[in-house]
Every structure is written in structure tokens, then in C-alpha cells.
């Protein structure tokens, strides 16, 4: 199946995404986490994994974005 997302869509998807990779880089500085911070962290870092899976997202990142998702494969 083709996907029929526009490059603005793809740059947009792809901005949203980085929400995922802030949550998981400021629950990782913290010392500890509660369950609930866990839970958030694990959640964000496994819809990364889930997205660096995806052929049109990785073709739709810069380097740069590349590199930050990949810190949390």
C-alpha cells in the first residue's frame, strides 16, 4: 500500500514526534523516576522504536532528528 502523505505532512508528523524524544530526554536527566514517570518515559521511548520501524518517517527526518530518535532505539 502507498502511502499519500505530502512532505508537509511528513515534516509535521515528524515535528510531533519530537515531543516523544523531549519527554524521554527530560525524564532521563532526572535521578529517579516514580512509576508513573517510568511508565510515561517507556511509553514515548517505545512510540520512537515503533516510528524509526516506518519507511516514509526515517526518509521524512533530517540527520539531526535521526540521531536524536536514535538515542532511544
Known amino acids: 500500500m502507498t502511502d499519500l ?3 508537509e505532512e511528513i515534516k509535521a508528523d515528524v515535528a510531533t514526534h519530537l515531543s516523544s524524544w523531549d519527554i524521554c530526554e527530560a525524564l532521563s536527566a532526572q535521578e ?5 514517570e517510568q511508565e510515561k518515559f517507556d511509553r514515548n521511548k ?6 524509526l520501524t516506518v ?4 526518509k521524512g527526518c ?4 535521526l540521531e536524536k530518535f536514535k538515542k532511544y532505539e
Open 62 to 65: 533530517t540527520k539531526e532528528e
Open 5 to 7: 502523505r505530502t512532505e
Open 55 to 58: 519507511d516514509w518517517f526515517v
Open 32 to 36: 529517579s523516576l516514580n512509576e508513573q
Open 46 to 51: 517505545n512510540h520512537i522504536q515503533i516510528m
